[in-house]
């Protein structure tokens, strides 16, 4: 699999993959996607080996000090400054338990690595629940540091943290 940034071309795809895994995600539309693009301190995207342009799966990570205004970024700059945040990451219905998740969190470790840091931080929700999500991470090693309720008492998530 092919690794590569995310570029404004790829907005239309990356909203119709997110949309398509809300609520493990929140909804977005192609403004509001671009807005979190350009508040990104990178990304990273998997992509179709024949079709470069085809975005399989994707990555949106920040680092302490964005101007960010989500609850859960804000929980974890709460907790310290040395972490890579996913605020989020979505794989192709049709490519789960294919490998994409595997190969985007390798490249989140290896981004978070290149910057020096010590975590990389993500939440899970567990409320609705999402426990395919919850095992995945788990076997990755990251484990549950605390948890909050967001979106006015809507969702429950799991806020996770594992080493670099």
Not at 76 to 90: H, K, M, N, T, W
Not at 105 to 124: K, M, Q
Not at 125 to 133: A, G, K, R
Request: glycine fraction near 6%; charged fraction near 20%; proline fraction near 4%.
């Amino acid at each position: 699999m092919l690794h590569r940034e995310l570029t404004p071309a790829d907005i239309a795809q990356l909203v119709e993959l997110n949309n398509r895994n809300v609520p493990a995600v929140s909804p977005s539309d192609a403004v509001g996607m671009a807005v979190l693009l350009a508040e990104t301190e990178t990304t990273v995207a998997v992509v179709a080996d024949d079709d470069p342009r085809t975005v399989l799966g994707f990555a949106l990570l920040m680092r302490a000090g964005a101007a960010y205004d989500s609850e859960n970024y804000r929980w974890f700059e709460a907790r310290g400054s040395d972490f890579l945040y996913v605020d989020r990451i979505v794989v192709a219905d049709s490519m789960q338990n294919a490998g994409v998740g595997t190969a985007l969190y390798s490249a989140i470790f290896a981004a978070a690595r290149d910057r020096g840091l010590t975590e990389v931080t993500c939440e899970v929700n567990v409320e609705p629940p999402n426990p395919d999500s919850m095992r995945f991470h788990e076997r990755l090693g990251f484990t549950e540091v605390g948890r909050q309720s967001t979106k006015g008492d809507t969702i429950v998530v799991a806020l996770l943290a594992a080493a670099v």
